[in-house]
């Protein structure tokens, strides 16, 4: 059956898994775990529609089809991580004397991938605040091959208009890609908005319950996506069919999960707005978040990550975020349960002092991963840690 006409939240629970899907014969409910690594061909010349599990295994396939339809694009590709995802995007789409132009805030992990690039293979990278559309074309020069952008941002939910930037930069022939981790394809689809790219870090809000490493892109340019996935099989660097199960199985509440992390944010940052021990809330939902009309524009939703700064330093952040009894202090988010960070002595501190000041990134900034849990309960423990400091 074609899902084409369904709802997200329909598309979410079945595409991939109908039970005629794999063969007449079979009619599981759910997909299985095709653990072979390897498939049995009669002919020496042709094999089925599967030979070797690096270059494809149904468990996946029944992923990528749902990744593709929940983006709402034609190709879903699956990866062993979102940086894996990202790295196999920069070796097929660059080659050397390259220019990429990035959002000024992005994971920590991209921009070191970025440097691994710079140093290694030479390509340069210019860094703008890609909130400003007019900063990103001043940016541009004859050499760049691409534009990469998170919106929100990793920490500091800075929001970017995709289809003013697509349209700039497909007037220069230039691609655009969209992390589109922190709001899920559940609030938002880049492609729709003018985006040629789309990738995923599966690993957060995608697969939700902190139990799968993974990463995914979406795209509809056959001949990009050819290349891309050439690549997944040439680099190898794809998830297990028992992770592709797991993440076909948190993809069903996806919709369900979203509108309670979200739900518990708003409450979160509202919270944490009115608080006298705080100095500033980044939060896409607040109408003082400096692109609040625009996400309401863009997106469906504005997600369950909201990060603020505590008044004072390095000493306080640390000193509350040691306080904290149901927040759970680790890396990572988009799972059920809440998590916090401190991004530059953890997620960013991968990148130097210098750039996270450049980026914005205080030493008082602190990340909350906003779960399902009860938001009274959150915002009690929250309460706690602050009477400490
Ligand atoms: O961890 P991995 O699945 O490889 O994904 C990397 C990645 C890519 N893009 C974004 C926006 C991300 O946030 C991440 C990973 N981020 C964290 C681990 C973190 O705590 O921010």
């Known amino acids: 059956m074609t899902h084409q006409n369904h709802s997200f939240d329909t598309r979410s629970v079945h595409v991939g898994e109908e039970p005629e899907f794999l063969d007449g014969s079979k009619n599981e409910v759910v997909s299985p775990i095709f653990l072979s690594s390897t498939f049995a061909r009669k002919e020496v010349k042709n094999h089925g529609q599967f030979e070797y599990s690096r270059s494809g295994n149904p468990t996946r396939f029944a992923l990528e089809k749902r990744y593709a339809s929940l983006e709402q694009t034609e ?3 699956g990866f062993a991580s979102g940086l894996a ?6 070796f097929t789409l660059l080659k050397p004397g390259d220019n990429i132009i990035g959002f000024d805030d992005l994971y920590g992990g991209t921009k070191r991938l970025f440097k691994q690039w710079k140093d290694n293979y030479d390509i340069t990278i210019s860094l703008v605040d890609a909130a400003q559309p007019h900063l990103v074309e001043a940016a541009i020069q ?4 691409l534009i990469w952008l998170e919106s929100p941002t990793n920490p500091l939910l800075k929001v970017c208009d995709i289809a003013a930037i697509s349209e700039i930069a497909h007037r220069h022939n230039v691609l655009v890609i969209v992390d589109n981790t922190f709001l899920s394809p559940y609030f938002q689809n880049p492609t729709v908005l003018g985006a040629d790219i789309v ?3 599966v690993t957060k809000y995608i697969t939700g319950h902190s139990d799968v490493v993974g990463g995914a892109i979406m795209l509809n340019d056959k001949s990009l996506y050819e290349k ?4 997944q099989n040439a680099l190898g660097a794809i998830p297990s069919p028992f992770d592709c199960y797991l993440v076909l199985r948190g993809l069903k509440t996806l919709s369900l999960r979203m509108e309670k992390h979200q739900s518990n944010a708003f409450a979160i940052a509202e919270y944490l707005e009115n608080h006298p021990k705080v100095e500033r ?3 896409p939902g607040l109408k003082s ?3 609040y009309e625009l996400s309401l524009k863009q997106a469906k939703g504005f997600g369950g990550m909201v990060s603020f700064e505590i008044k004072g330093g390095e000493k306080e952040a640390v000193q509350f975020l040691e306080c904290l009894e149901l927040f759970t202090l680790a890396e990572s988010l988009g799972g ?4 916090i960070e401190h991004p530059a002595l953890m997620t960013h501190s991968s990148i130097t002092k210098k750039e996270r000041e450049q980026a914005g990134i205080k030493d008082s900034l602190i990340r909350v991963s906003v779960g399902v849990e009860d938001k009274t309960d959150l915002i009690n423990d929250l309460e706690q840690a602050f009477r400490q400091i």
């Open 75 to 77: 190709y879903g590709l």
């Open 85 to 90: 995802a990202e790295a196999t995007l920069l």
């Open 142 to 145: 004859p050499g760049t091959k």
């Open 199 to 201: 990738v995923h870090s």
């Open 228 to 231: 891309i996935k050439f690549n």
């Open 281 to 283: 809330v980044y939060y």
């Open 289 to 291: 978040h400096p692109q």
């Open 336 to 339: 059920v349960e809440s998590l």
